[in-house]
């Protein structure tokens, strides 16, 4: 193994902590998981949004105004009153 340091927001490392306790693991053996489960997921973006990522939900290239047109890419466009 390498010794790596990091730097962590205070919320995060006391929730990392209280996790690993939980887990009954070191804080470093719970971030080494995290990533390995993270790099696990191979070419998929880990920012990508897993709804949108099933394709039985959308099938189609995300435009880069995603978040302002969730309902009309995932339910079609809406009625107009």
């Known amino acids: 193994m390498q010794r790596t340091t990091i730097m962590l927001p205070r919320d995060l490392k006391q929730r990392a902590a209280r996790e690993a306790r939980a887990r009954g693991v070191s804080l470093g053996e719970l971030i080494r998981e ?48």
């Open 34 to 81: 995290a990533l390995q489960s993270l790099l696990r997921r191979g070419d998929r973006d880990a920012a990508e949004d897993p709804l949108m990522a099933d394709r039985a939900v959308y099938d189609g290239p995300l435009p880069a105004d995603t978040s302002e047109r969730h309902d009309d890419l995932l339910y079609g466009p809406a009625k107009r009153r």
